[in-house]
Nanobody, 123 residues
Framework: VQLQAFGGGLVQTGGSLRLSCAAS????????MGWFRQAPGKERDFVAA????????RYADSVEGRCTISRDNAKNTVNLQVNNLKPEDTAVYYC?????????????????WGQGTLVTVSS
């Protein structure tokens, strides 16, 4: 599976962004998809994930209520809508694919990664 994330940019505090991840290669619809983020000098943290059919989602506490993850298996895409952005949301956001049934929040569980897209939130 090849993944490419896009949609990042510079936004003001309180703004919104919609990140997208396009997948190609093996059957996208059979993977749990996740979003992670990594701020400068910090570890890569879990943001959100969605099961392969889209029936289950999970969010990090830091984004709960501000994020919505969705997927379109027909278009091989997964999206992350982030609202009410805060300066602490500034990071490189990565999409990832995990060949498993359940939703994993650990980065090491994901086998495939996109190149990342930078989100900068100005105060």
């Amino acid at each position: 599976v090849q993944l490419q994330a896009f949609g990042g940019g510079l936004v003001q505090t309180g703004g919104s962004l919609r990140l997208s991840c396009a997948a190609s290669g093996r059957v996208f619809g059979q993977y749990t998809m996740g979003w992670f983020r990594q701020a400068p000098g910090k570890e890569r943290d879990f943001v959100a994930a969605i099961s392969w059919r889209g029936g289950s989602t999970r969010y990090a506490d830091s984004v709960e209520g501000r994020c919505t993850i969705s997927r379109d298996n027909a278009k091989n895409t997964v999206n992350l809508q982030v609202n009410n952005l805060k300066p602490e949301d500034t990071a490189v956001y990565y999409c990832a694919a995990d060949w498993s049934v359940g939703i994993e929040t650990m980065a090491r569980a994901y086998e495939y990664w996109g190149q990342g897209t930078l989100v900068t939130v100005s105060s």
